[in-house]
């Protein structure tokens, strides 16, 4: 069964950087895209960012373009998710999820993870003076 592992939240002012990390256990990322969501307390899960197998196609929500930069290592098997300039509004459990053979991420690619995807199980991210 795919595991997948975030880690990386935490309290940070607004304006600050966190780095989210997506690690993989048991199996290998080299085949999966990965994207990231948000759910903030009483909110609908939000998508974020998503990256292909390749990592060389990588899409984001309107919300953290421009501030937020997905990555992937695939010898280290773990996905980073950069995040600058940090708002309140970002506060939220961030997830992480895989789906196999993405060779192409788009607008449209997460209906794949909430419906395909394996799921980590989040890290909270406070954005808070």
């Known amino acids: 069964q795919l595991q997948l592992v975030e880690s990386g939240g935490g309290l940070v002012q607004p304006g600050g950087s966190l780095r989210l990390s997506c690690a993989a256990s048991?199996?290998?990322?080299?085949?999966?895209?990965i994207g990231w969501f948000r759910q903030a307390p009483g909110k609908e899960r939000e998508r974020v960012s998503c990256?292909?197998?390749?990592?060389?196609?990588?899409n984001y929500g309107d919300s953290v373009k421009g501030r937020f930069t997905i990555s992937r290592d695939n010898a280290k098997n773990t996905v980073y998710l950069q995040m600058n300039s940090l708002k309140p509004e970002d506060t939220a459990v961030y997830y992480c999820?895989?789906?196999?053979?993405?060779?192409?991420?788009?607008?449209?690619?997460?209906?794949?993870?909430?419906?395909?995807?394996?799921w980590g199980q989040g890290t909270q991210v406070t954005v808070s003076s």
């Open positions: 999820a895989a789906v196999g053979r993405l060779s192409w991420c788009n607008s449209g690619s997460y209906v794949l993870f909430r419906t395909q995807g394996s």
């Open positions: 048991g199996f290998t990322l080299d085949y999966y895209g």
């Open positions: 990256i292909s197998i390749s990592g060389a196609n990588t």
